[in-house]
């Protein structure tokens, strides 16, 4: 059996991440590091956002930056534009992510990756076993689990965000590249929360994505056709072509408990429980939680190599979910009553949960909307 000082099932973004910031580190560089993924960093690409005041330090920086400093929200009612002030919105494909550190770990002999499945993966004493498909067992002194199925068992029960989207490119300017749209509200009867999401490249090419947070399976060709009518009205029954298509499902939960419980075992990505609950952003969190995991690494400090989430913000992600579940409806105007009367820098900054108290006190209170309070008198924890 194979030894190795640290085993990543899973190399999606949260395994690939982790190894960048391993490889980063002057004590762990030259570890032993073992990635097992059955896509063998062939994944299909993907578009992620976030938001921060730079480029974050993985961004892969041989591609083009697409960067935003403006975000909008848009019903049939009102427009909501606002500037982002200090923090900028920063897009990248997965693809550039995956193939920017697949060629930096070329450079490392002690990492090997193979193209396989994890079937089990248990910790006995001070040491994790791992059974794989067809390459047998491997051992090593700590495990970083990202594998997880977001339809089946505990998700099916559970809110997800269900999204299709494209990349879009029209015959004449139809966008305004300097600014997202976050959601732009559609006008009809459905008791889900959805939206459109634009991300616009160009003038004439933008991502358009049409999301739902539903509990129930969705499928791609009911969310094309919402995508399809909405993409025939903002051209004005122009031809487009679909230069890009991706789809995906996000959990939505403050209870991803992954089963396996050995502190040598540490789940990581969404299946730590990384994706935030309320809007399914996962990337930026996902690098603030590797560089915390190398750090506690090289610290040797075994308590601490699990992250844990801050009850606080567990708290706000439930008023949002149960309103969610219970009200989606009132979901629209609470987006818009929340960047309406505080600064989109600040709202931003407390959805990536690095906001003090004083500041999440302030901003709530600005509130006007009951809804809020509702969802607090009637509290509970999806
Ligand atoms: C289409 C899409 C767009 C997104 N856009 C954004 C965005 O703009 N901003 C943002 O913040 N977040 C976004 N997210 C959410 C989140 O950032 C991503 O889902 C991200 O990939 C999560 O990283 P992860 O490592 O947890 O999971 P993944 O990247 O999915 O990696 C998990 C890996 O585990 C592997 N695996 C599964 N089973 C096994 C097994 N048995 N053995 C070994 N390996 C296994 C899989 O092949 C996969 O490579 C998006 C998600 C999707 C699906």
Avoid at 19 to 48: A, F, H, R
Avoid at 102 to 128: A, G, M, R, W, Y
Avoid at 303 to 323: A, G, H, Q, W
Avoid at 366 to 371: D, E, H, V
Wanted: net charge neutral; proline share 4%; charged share 25%.
């Amino acid at each position: 059996m194979e030894s190795y000082d640290y085993i990543l099932a899973g190399a999606g973004c949260a395994g690939l991440s982790l190894v960048y910031y391993m490889l980063e580190s002057k004590q762990l560089k030259n570890c032993k590091i073992l990635l097992i993924d059955p896509m063998g960093g062939n994944i299909p690409n993907k578009t992620w956002c976030y938001w921060s005041e730079k480029p974050l330090q993985i961004h892969p920086l041989k591609s083009e930056i697409f960067k935003w400093s403006n975000l909008s929200f848009r019903s049939d009612e009102k427009t909501l534009k606002k500037h982002l002030g200090d923090l900028q919105y920063f897009h990248l494909n997965s693809s550039d992510f995956f193939n920017s550190i697949l060629d930096k770990i070329q450079h490392f002999p002690n990492v090997t990756f193979i193209k396989d499945s994890v079937t089990d993966l248990k910790s006995f004493e001070d040491k994790v076993y791992l059974n794989t498909s067809s390459s047998g067992e491997f051992i090593a002194d700590f495990a970083f689990d990202s594998r997880l199925n977001p339809t089946g068992g505990f998700f099916d029960k559970h809110l997800k965000q269900i999204f299709s989207g494209w990349t879009i490119e029209s015959e004449t300017d139809l966008f305004d590249p300097e600014t997202i749209t976050m959601m732009d509200f559609p006008k009809n009867e459905s008791n889900k929360f959805h939206f459109f999401y634009l991300l616009p490249f160009t003038k004439n090419k933008a991502l358009v994505e049409f999301t739902v947070y539903s509990v129930e399976p969705i499928s791609e060709e009911n969310l094309e056709v919402e995508l399809r009518n909405y993409l025939t009205k903002l051209t004005r029954n122009q031809n487009f072509n679909i230069v890009f298509r991706e789809t995906g499902i996000i959990p939505m939960s403050t209870q991803i408990n992954p089963t396996i419980t050995s502190e040598r075992i540490i789940p990581i990505g969404t299946n730590g429980g990384w994706t935030k609950a309320s809007t399914g952003y996962t990337f930026h969190t996902i690098q603030k939680n590797c560089i915390q995991l190398v750090e506690n690494l090289e610290s040797g400090n075994l308590k601490e190599y699990r992250i844990f989430k801050s009850s606080r913000f567990n708290f706000y992600d439930n008023i949002l979910l149960n309103i969610a579940y219970k009200w989606p409806k009132s979901l629209q105007r609470l987006f818009f009553n929340l960047f309406e009367t505080s600064k989109a820098e600040t709202v931003l900054r407390f959805l990536n949960e690095e906001t003090g108290f004083a500041e999440e006190l302030k901003m709530l209170s600005k509130l006007r909307f009951k809804i809020f309070i509702k969802s607090l008198l009637k509290y509970e924890s999806h």
